[in-house]
Structures are given as C-alpha cells and as structure tokens.
C-alpha cells in the first residue's frame, strides 16, 4: 500500500458518529460573502490546488508529447502501422476501445471524485462560492454549444453535422493547467481555484451528455446489474469497508455492466467517484476519496490519459484539403475559442451585475477573459464526444477540428496571461492591486 497523501481536504467532526456517512452531514461553519466573485482560499483548499497543479501540469506536458508522437505517426509512412494497432482486438473490444471506454473511465473518476469533493467539503458546498463558476461554466458549454450550431447549420449537410454540437463544451484540466503553470505564474491563486472548479463542473456537463445523448438506448438487464453494483459499492462505503480485494472486482463489474448496457462505460467511472465518501471520520487520517486520488491520479495522467490521446490523436491531416474552411471544422474552432471565451466571461460578468458583486481587488476582468480563452482546450473530451457524434471521415474531421481549436486556443490565451501576470507582478512590486476594469 502506497503511503497517505501529505494532506486533507477537510476537517473531521468529532462528534460525528462514525456508522452514519458524513458526507451526509453539513460541511461545518459556512463563511461566504456576497461581495466578491472569488474569495479567498482556505489551508485545506490552497494545498489542494497546488498538489492538482502540479501532478496536472506534468500530465499536461506528457500528453502534448504524446499527441504531437500520434500525429507524427499517422501522417508518416508508418500509418497503416497506426490505423492496424488502433483497430487491433483485444478481447471483447478493440484498443481504440479500450481507451476510450477503458482508460478514460479512469479519468473520469477522478473527475467524480473531484466533483464530490468540491460539493462535501470544497467551494461548491457554498452556494455564494459556487455560483459563479457553475454559471461560467454552463455558459462555457451552452455558448459553444450555440455558436457550432450556427456555423454548421447554414452549410451543407448541416443537419448531419448538427449531432457534434457537444464537441466544442469540454475544457481539457490537463493542458489547461500545463499552459497556466508555464505562463501564469503571478496570477492570483484563486483565478487558479477557479480554472479548476470550472473544469470539474464541466466535466460533469460532458458525462451527462454523453450519458443522455451519445449513449444507445440501455439494455435493461444490464443497466439493473450495474446499479445493483453500484448500491453495494455505496453500502461498501457506508459500512466502512477498505478492502480493495472486494472494491476492484467490483468496480470492474459495474464498469462491464455499464459497457453492456448501452452507456458509454465513462459514466460508471463518475458514479463511482461520486459514491466514494470525502470525508474523514474522526481518528481518520485521510478519507477514502484522498487515499485513492492519491494513488490513481499518477495512473491517470501518466498511462490512461496519454493512452487515449494516443489512439484517438493521430489524424492524417496531410491529405484534407480545404480543412481550415470545412464547416465542420469551423465550428469546432469557433466554439472552443469564441465560444468559451464569451460564455465564461459573459457568465461571470452577468453574475456580477445581477449580485452587485464585485471582483476581488487582485482580480481584472482581463483575467476571466484569459481563463476563458484557456478553457477552449477541449482536447481529451472533444476527442472523445467527437467519436461518438461522427464516424469515418467525418470523425476524423471532427478530431482535426479539436486540434486545430484547441492549440489556437492554448497560443492565444498563453499571450493574455503572459500579459496578465506581467500586470500582477508589477502591481505587486508597487505595492497595489492590478486595475480591475481591463
């Protein structure tokens, strides 16, 4: 057994009663203000973004190598070699399957366990802290969401191409987080915390649309063993059970049911993130959502992620004509660079005149407008949904789109923060805050 994280992520009652699940309870005391759209983070929350920071950071950099090895890979003489290894079976599913069905059900429980914890013990179990990146990051998906409509509906076989207007929601945590670390480091911490929050409550959007939209109709028997697998695991957790020798097999049958049934196996790795309880009980060291993000956070940025990335990356842009004005492609491109960056900041912006509230007094709007930009690196879940929505050389469109998007996205918004910390770093060294209306 690997040892304990060197952190917690909440505080225990000592009067909770240890048979009843404390996640169940209230957070504690809830301090919040009305007055600011970012507030200022606690020990527990400040450890827990820097110790994400940097383990995402690293796997941001791995999986940028990764993608540039898969499209080297498909667009050289050596991509039939690809295109055999990626539709290669292996057991019941092909390792582009696994995968994406496969080692992203990693990720995404991850995704459930970041999401439990920001709802039990982090910023979102505050309603006024909550609000504003829950509305950035429903008008980071609804505005994308929009504008690829738009592009692709006046075209040609809009209709068709109408199905991916999923593509261009997702915000990939990873490179978002490699790209703020290299460039963004005089920013304040709690734009950092936000990022973050943003992305996890996209994440949450992505697996429910591709739950409720890109999943085949469920087979009932199926989808009755998987939630049966589910209420043990829960009842598991419930009764304080820390036996891996039983939580593995059976994560692995809920994963399989899911699979059989006609979801997208992704969604069982959330619901199990979300059933894994977050608060330690009194004499617990660490709970069992930190014990295990400790130990599969590496696996997901270091093997599944780049794992993924490498099958679903390599596409032979060498031979698409035309790519940068396929409407398809446009609206990808469209929508994660325009779309996100004037969701996010119209959100936040609407917030703040609907609440008279203010930003903080070391935040600009320029910096909003920087982490919207930042959050159109779709990459890992555009990948994913764009192989869902399409198929063929549509599908391969799609994923160009993605790239084509995405690292438009990282090069613009690496310009604004550098601009951005320049700005913080010489109001620090004056000894004031950075003019809060750029």
């Not at 990948?383 to 993605?402: M, N, P, S, Y």
Request: aromatic residues 6%; proline residues 5%; without cysteine.
């Amino acid at each position: 057994m690997s040892a304990p994280p060197p952190h917690t992520s909440g505080s225990a009652d000592p009067s909770a009663d240890p048979r009843v699940d404390p996640d169940a309870d209230s957070a504690g005391p809830q301090h919040h203000s009305d007055e600011r759209l970012f507030h200022q983070l606690d020990e527990d929350e400040a450890t827990f973004i820097g110790r994400v920071l940097r383990q995402e950071t690293v796997g941001g950099a791995l999986l940028l190598l990764v993608t540039i090895a898969a499209l080297l890979w498909a667009n050289s003489a050596w991509a039939d070699s690809y295109e055999r290894i990626r539709d290669a079976q292996l057991g019941p599913l092909t390792l582009e399957k696994w995968a994406a069905e496969g080692a992203l059900a990693v990720f995404f429980f991850l995704a459930g366990l970041e999401l439990k914890r920001e709802l039990v013990v982090g910023s979102l179990r505050r309603p006024a802290d909550a609000l504003v990146p829950v509305a950035a990051a429903m008008g980071g998906m609804l505005v994308p969401a929009s504008l690829y409509l738009v592009v692709v509906l006046g075209s040609q076989g809009g209709s068709e191409l109408g199905r991916g207007w999923a593509i261009p929601m997702a915000t990939d945590i990873a490179f978002a987080l490699a790209v703020l670390a290299v460039v963004g480091r005089g920013l304040p911490a709690s734009l950092r915390a936000f990022l973050l929050t943003l992305a996890i409550v996209d994440d949450l959007g992505a697996i429910l649309v591709i739950a409720l939209v890109y999943s085949a109709t469920p087979h009932l028997g199926a989808l009755l063993l998987a939630a049966l697998g589910l209420a043990l695991f829960a009842w598991l957790q419930h009764r304080r059970v820390h036996a891996a020798w039983l939580y593995v097999p059976l994560a692995i049958a809920v994963w399989w049911a899911t699979h059989e049934a006609g979801l997208h196996a992704t969604v069982a790795g959330v619901a199990l993130g979300l059933l894994t309880r977050v608060r330690p009980d009194p004499g617990e060291g660490h709970s069992p959502a930190e014990r295990l993000e400790h130990r599969v956070r590496p696996f997901s940025a270091g093997l599944a992620v780049p794992f993924f990335a490498l099958l679903a990356a390599g596409v032979d842009v060498g031979g698409r004509g035309g790519l940068l004005t396929d409407p398809l492609v446009m609206g990808i491109v469209v929508g994660l660079v325009a779309g996100k960056t004037f969701g996010i900041l119209g959100a936040a912006w609407l917030v703040a005149r609907l609440t008279r509230a203010e930003l903080a007094a070391d935040l600009g709007w320029g910096d909003v407008a920087a982490v919207g930009v930042l959050a159109g690196m779709g990459f890992t879940v555009s990948l994913l949904i764009a192989e869902l929505a399409f198929t063929g050389e549509q599908a391969e469109t799609a994923k160009a789109g993605v790239l084509v998007g995405s690292a438009l996205a990282a090069v613009l918004a690496a310009a604004l923060l550098l601009v951005r910390s320049r700005t913080h770093q010489r109001a620090r060294q004056g000894g004031r805050p950075p003019v809060t209306t750029t």
